[in-house]
């Protein structure tokens, strides 16, 4: 009976991306560091030799508030799809009172009141294909702000393992030893996060590319559509360099979009100095 328990839950942790090794589902968060070094043990060092260490801190730091602003800017992009999804809805509405007005307008055999008719009509074809594909657009911006924020969270882990090697690399430096520490393991660990963020980062580029493309087909109809309805739109566009006003600032959300304009996931991700020197020895605990 113990026996086919055990199967059943190791069976249960394969198929849920939660077994050994897995580290949780390709599609879920990332899993959090599976080693730390105590800062206790680098405390008596002199904080002038303790520079990289506390670089990395700060870039830990950085990377956290991206992250912050990463999750602000997807919960706003939902309300402004939700909010273009009505004014697509309502320029449908306008367009089919537009035909109506146009079919009323043939009926009277009214020339001038046709040609008006006819040119409202038309406006209102454009603005509602504007707002159709403002629609696409919001919704694959809202796709790549999924994939910045999956970025932002293992640039977040990636540097907190940066910041465990440093303090792991001076302890070593200065010949400090706990038990049970090996140097290598957050040289591995420092590598892998690397390599996931590098991931994350390419797939948030690539669904960034997705929206701008949105975005430009977008901008391209409504300029239509404003030049034939004679008036300038004023639609929110979320991937526009200049800032853009939040619907609820205290959320965090609002400014230029992080990634947007000079993203992290559009620059090139630093790599850590050589750490694959050094040995085994001084340790820190998990």
């Not at 055990?6 to 899993?31: A, E, F, K, W, Y």
């Not at 070094?37 to 950085?62: G, L, R, T």
């Not at 309502?90 to 537009?98: C, E, F, G, T, W």
């Amino acid at each position: 009976m113990r026996s086919s328990v055990i199967s059943l839950l190791l069976t249960l942790g394969v198929s849920l991306g939660t077994g050994p090794g897995c580290g949780g589902s390709s599609d879920g968060p990332p899993p959090p560091l599976g080693r730390h070094f105590e800062d206790s043990y680098i405390a008596a060092i002199p904080v002038d030799q303790q520079s990289e260490v506390i670089k990395a801190q700060n870039d830990h730091n950085v990377a956290t508030r991206e992250k912050a602003k990463a999750e602000a800017d997807l919960r706003e992009s939902k309300l402004q799809l939700d909010v273009a999804k009505n004014e697509a809805r309502a320029a449908k509405l306008d367009l089919d009172s537009a035909t109506s007005r146009l079919k009323a307008a043939e009926q009277s055999a009214d020339k001038n009141r046709i040609n008006d008719a006819t040119r409202e009509k038309r406006g209102a074809e454009l603005a509602r294909n504007a707002a159709d594909d403002r629609v696409k657009y919001y919704t694959s911006y809202g796709t790549w702000l999924q994939k910045l924020l999956r970025f932002t969270q293992e640039n977040t882990y990636w540097r907190e393992a940066q910041y465990e090697l440093a303090k792991a690399r001076l302890a070593q430096k200065n010949n400090i030893a706990p038990a049970g520490f090996n140097y290598d393991n957050f040289v591995q660990q420092e590598a892998q996060r690397t390599k996931r963020v590098d991931g994350a980062k390419q797939k948030a580029e690539a669904a960034k590319s997705t929206a701008l493309g949105a975005r430009q087909k977008w901008l391209v109809l409504q300029g239509e559509a404003d030049k034939t309805l004679g008036k300038k739109s004023e639609f929110p566009d979320p991937m526009s360099p200049k800032p853009i006003d939040a619907t609820d600032p205290t959320l965090g959300s609002g400014g230029t979009t992080i990634g947007g304009d000079g993203s992290r996931s559009d620059q090139q991700i630093p790599r850590t100095d050589d750490a694959a020197g050094g040995g085994s020895g001084s340790g820190g605990g998990e």
